[in-house]
């Protein structure tokens, strides 16, 4: 790492889109004196569906971006730019890079007690196999089932989280999971945080959910902690939000995902 990162710096944050506005709220919930700059990439969402060529093409010129606000970290909230473009990114950036594969996976084997997780999330995270491929590099003996579930990205930016279409559609797609008795589920998209409740109604409580966004800030904070780069200020971090396009309705879906309301939101060209 740069000497010349001072634990005031930001951390920086990236995305597709919004969706990673959760694990931006991860991040404010677990490290409340840290700066924080997040920025969606709205203008060319999602990411899910791109080659991986240009997901990798995309996430290297957020990270220049990054890295020119001097942030101390680069946080990859994407998990399908998480399954493709981290070795790219780490070649790039003079600062340490934080996926959230890695930490997701770790944690559904840490939680699980019967060895079978299942992992749902976009068709790009999904193809990749990068969830199965992580757990499998910890633990061999574990048995990874997965599951593309694209309409849950729509219900979630549509607020339609807690609704009977919601319970039909998470009906439809996780049914497979209860005859494979798994344990532990893991959420390999940013937005499936905001499905949690319909998502546990589904598959009952003894079903553990795993928020990759979350354990991600977890990583963060021991990460910072070892560096010794944790912001010593007693004062809550500024936030700035960056889009490189306003969608309809951007600022009732960001609240929505972000749990309070966004002030500093510029729209910037990469």
Same mark, same amino acid.
């Given at each position: 790492?740069?000497?010349?990162? /001072? ?8 995305? /597709? ?8 709220? /991860? ?10 700059? +997040? ?15 240009? *997901? =990798?093409?995309?996430?290297?010129? $957020? #990270? ?18 998480? /399954? ?7 070649? *790039? ?13 770790? @944690?559904?084997? @840490? ?7 299942? *992992?749902?999330?976009?068709?790009? #995270? ?7 491929? &992580? $757990? ?32 039909? $559609? ?15 589920? =893991? ?20 079903? &553990? ?11 963060? !904070? ?19 939000? +960056?889009?490189?396009?306003? &969608? !309809? ?22």
């Amino acid at each position: 790492m740069k000497k010349n990162k /001072s634990p005031r710096s930001p951390v920086g944050v990236f995305d /597709s889109g919004i969706g990673g506005l959760t694990v931006a709220k /991860s991040l404010f919930e677990i490290l409340p004196n840290e700066n924080i700059i +997040y920025l969606g990439d709205t203008a060319r969402l999602p990411y899910g569906t791109k080659s991986k060529e240009t *997901v =990798i093409r995309y996430s290297v010129e $957020i #990270t220049k971006f990054l890295l020119n606000k001097n942030v101390k970290m680069v946080v990859v909230a994407c998990n399908t730019a998480s /399954s493709v473009a981290l070795q790219y990114l780490r070649k *790039v950036s003079s600062v340490p890079v934080v996926g959230v594969i890695k930490p997701g996976s770790r @944690a559904a084997i @840490a939680l699980t007690k019967n060895c079978n997780i299942g *992992v749902i999330g976009t068709l790009g #995270t999904i193809q990749s196999f990068a969830y199965k491929t &992580q $757990i499998h590099k910890y633990e061999r003996d574990m048995n990874v089932f997965s599951k593309a579930c694209s309409l849950f990205v729509q219900l979630a930016e549509d607020g339609w989280t807690d609704n009977k279409i919601a319970e039909l $559609i998470a009906e439809e797609y996780l049914n497979e999971f209860k005859k494979l008795k798994i344990d532990t589920l =893991i959420l390999g998209c940013t937005h499936y945080p905001i499905l949690k409740n319909t998502i546990t109604k589904v598959l009952g409580k003894k079903i &553990q959910l795993i928020d990759s966004g979350e354990e991600a800030a977890k990583e963060v !904070k021991r990460l910072l902690e070892q560096h010794h780069i944790l912001n010593p200020q007693k004062r809550p971090g500024r936030h700035k939000f +960056y889009v490189t396009d306003f &969608q !309809k309705k951007f600022k009732e879906i960001s609240e929505r995902f972000l749990g309070q309301p966004i002030h500093d939101v510029k729209k910037v060209k990469l």
